[in-house]
Protein backbone atom coordinates (compact mmCIF):
# COMPACT_ATOMS: atom_id res chain seq x y z
CA UNK A 1 0.00 0.00 0.00
CA UNK A 2 1.43 3.27 -1.11
CA UNK A 3 1.04 6.89 0.74
CA UNK A 4 -1.53 7.60 -1.52
CA UNK A 5 -4.16 4.46 0.17
CA UNK A 6 -2.79 5.58 3.45
CA UNK A 7 -4.21 8.64 2.98
CA UNK A 8 -7.52 7.51 1.71
CA UNK A 9 -7.73 5.43 5.08
CA UNK A 10 -7.34 8.36 7.17
CA UNK A 11 -9.85 9.94 5.31
CA UNK A 12 -12.18 7.43 5.10
CA UNK A 13 -11.64 6.69 8.66
CA UNK A 14 -11.79 10.75 9.56
CA UNK A 15 -15.38 10.46 8.03
CA UNK A 16 -16.62 7.49 9.39
CA UNK A 17 -15.70 8.85 12.88
CA UNK A 18 -16.55 12.48 12.65
CA UNK A 19 -18.63 13.41 9.76
CA UNK A 20 -21.20 10.82 10.29
CA UNK A 21 -24.53 9.88 12.19
CA UNK A 22 -25.18 6.75 10.72
CA UNK A 23 -26.67 3.77 13.81
CA UNK A 24 -25.96 0.17 12.04
CA UNK A 25 -27.09 -2.55 14.34
CA UNK A 26 -23.94 -4.44 15.51
CA UNK A 27 -21.30 -2.32 13.70
CA UNK A 28 -19.86 0.74 15.66
CA UNK A 29 -18.77 2.83 13.15
CA UNK A 30 -16.53 5.45 15.37
CA UNK A 31 -14.83 2.39 16.09
CA UNK A 32 -14.14 1.39 12.36
CA UNK A 33 -13.43 4.79 11.74
CA UNK A 34 -10.38 5.31 14.42
CA UNK A 35 -9.17 1.53 13.72
CA UNK A 36 -8.97 3.13 9.97
CA UNK A 37 -7.36 6.37 10.67
CA UNK A 38 -4.72 4.03 13.05
CA UNK A 39 -4.14 1.80 10.09
CA UNK A 40 -3.62 4.73 7.97
CA UNK A 41 -1.15 6.50 10.38
CA UNK A 42 1.03 3.46 10.85
CA UNK A 43 1.13 2.82 6.93
CA UNK A 44 2.52 6.78 6.60
CA UNK A 45 5.23 6.10 9.02
CA UNK A 46 6.15 2.93 7.80
CA UNK A 47 6.46 3.82 4.14
CA UNK A 48 7.99 7.54 5.38
CA UNK A 49 11.15 5.16 6.94
CA UNK A 50 11.12 2.76 3.89
CA UNK A 51 11.43 5.97 1.41
CA UNK A 52 14.00 7.40 4.14
CA UNK A 53 16.35 4.25 3.54
CA UNK A 54 15.80 4.22 0.09
CA UNK A 55 17.18 7.76 -0.20
CA UNK A 56 20.16 7.43 1.80
CA UNK A 57 23.32 8.43 -0.43
CA UNK A 58 26.71 6.28 -0.35
CA UNK A 59 29.54 8.37 -1.51
CA UNK A 60 31.11 6.40 -4.41
CA UNK A 61 33.78 4.02 -3.78
CA UNK A 62 37.58 5.39 -5.29
CA UNK A 63 38.25 4.21 -8.33
CA UNK A 64 42.09 3.61 -9.48
CA UNK A 65 42.56 3.32 -13.17
CA UNK A 66 45.78 1.04 -14.11
CA UNK A 67 47.12 1.90 -17.37
CA UNK A 68 49.35 -0.58 -19.22
CA UNK A 69 52.03 0.96 -21.53
CA UNK A 70 51.58 -1.48 -24.18
CA UNK A 71 54.11 -0.52 -27.05
CA UNK A 72 53.09 -1.90 -30.95
CA UNK A 73 56.16 -2.16 -32.26
CA UNK A 74 55.61 -5.09 -34.21
CA UNK A 75 57.59 -7.50 -32.46
CA UNK A 76 56.53 -7.54 -28.93
CA UNK A 77 52.54 -9.07 -29.66
CA UNK A 78 53.78 -11.71 -31.42
CA UNK A 79 53.34 -10.81 -35.60
CA UNK A 80 57.08 -9.83 -35.91
CA UNK A 81 59.36 -13.46 -35.26
Do not use: K
Not at 9 to 36: E, K, P, S, Y
Not at 57 to 66: E, F, G, K, S
Amino acid sequence: MGLGGCIILIAVGAILTFATDWDMQGVNLDLVGIILMIVGLIGVTTFSSIARRRRVMVPPAATTVVETDRRRDGYSDGYGV
